[in-house]
């Protein structure tokens, strides 16, 4: 499973730093990330990474958000700066895993963190 945090309520130009650490069966995970979704929106990837290192991030994020990952602890983080009242949504970590090994490789879920961002 994957256990989200770290979200809440901050003023526009503010910081948070989400967490996503992923438990249970796993034998290896290739991609972990972030995905949102706002009020009548569909959800949008934010950003991802993948156990090489290699990330992606969504152009309106780009510049103010950073994903990172600890593989030693199946943890992905956010770290989301200069906040805007658009970034207002709820916040889903994503992982990409193997329960075994030679086993297909499926996606998790989240619970979902909410990131309000006031102006």
């Known amino acids: 499973q994957l256990q989200a945090s770290g979200g809440g309520l901050v003023q526009a130009g503010g910081s948070l730093r989400l967490s996503c650490a992923a438990s249970?069966?796993?034998?290896?995970?290739?991609?972990m990330g972030w995905y949102r979704q706002a009020p009548g929106k569909q959800r949008e990837l934010v950003a991802a990474i993948t156990s090489g290192g290699s990330t992606n991030h969504a152009d309106s994020v780009k510049g103010r958000f950073t994903i990172s990952r600890d593989n030693a602890k199946n943890t992905v983080y956010l770290q989301m700066n200069s906040l805007k009242p658009e970034d207002t949504a709820v916040y889903y970590c994503?992982?990409?895993?193997?329960?075994?090994?030679?086993?297909?490789?499926?996606?998790?879920w989240g619970q979902g963190t909410e990131v309000t961002v006031s102006s």
């Open positions: 994503n992982a990409n895993l193997q329960n075994q090994r030679y086993g297909p490789y499926t996606d998790y």
């Open positions: 249970g069966s796993i034998f290896s995970i290739y991609a």
